[in-house]
């Protein structure tokens, strides 16, 4: 017997939207409102940003029924040193906290949580209880970037020292 929901997907025909946040209006052929409206979001230049940013779109069907979806989009990930990419780690005495879970803070209804990349120092600090700031909606996740700082990359030094050491000769 198959799948339900397989067949319902199957089914779903594609619909023009039409997607603005006010600011550019943009036709997008999509199965639903929400897809229209990532779509839309993801196609936006919306400059440099460092942490996560929520764009409001409003979409409108093909029978005029309209829709105000939010979207989160999160800064691109910056370059690692290392070919493989970063590698977070939470090491106390660069994130600080407590020793049984460091970089965990609390913060409102979640925690904010801070880890270095064990290759490069660049900082991600990920924010369970974020706002957003246009509308002050509580409790939702946002992601930034943070470079390196001297703290980091000593930790970085002393990381690649310790794996050194420890390759037999």
Request: net charge negative; glycine share 10%.
């Amino acid at each position: 017997m198959s799948d339900p929901s397989k067949v319902a997907r199957k089914k779903r025909k594609k619909m023009k939207y039409n997607c603005t946040d006010g600011n550019a209006d943009v036709e997008i052929e999509a199965e639903t409102a929400q897809q229209a409206a990532q779509e839309y979001a993801d196609g936006g230049d919306w400059g440099d940003y460092e942490s996560t940013i929520w764009i409001d779109v409003q979409v409108a069907d093909e029978c005029g029924e309209i829709e105000q979806i939010t979207i989160a989009l999160d800064p691109p990930e910056p370059k690692c040193s290392e070919p493989t990419g970063h590698d977070w780690r939470s090491p106390y005495s660069v994130v600080g906290g407590i020793k049984d879970n460091p970089g965990v803070w609390g913060h409102g209804g979640g925690v904010v949580i801070t880890s270095v990349c064990k290759h490069c120092g660049c900082y991600v600090i990920n924010d369970t209880w974020a706002q957003n700031p246009d509308n002050g909606e509580q409790g939702l996740k946002s992601t930034q970037y943070k470079e390196s700082d001297e703290e980091s990359l000593a930790w970085v030094k002393s990381q690649q020292e310790d794996a050194t050491s420890q390759t037999p000769a």
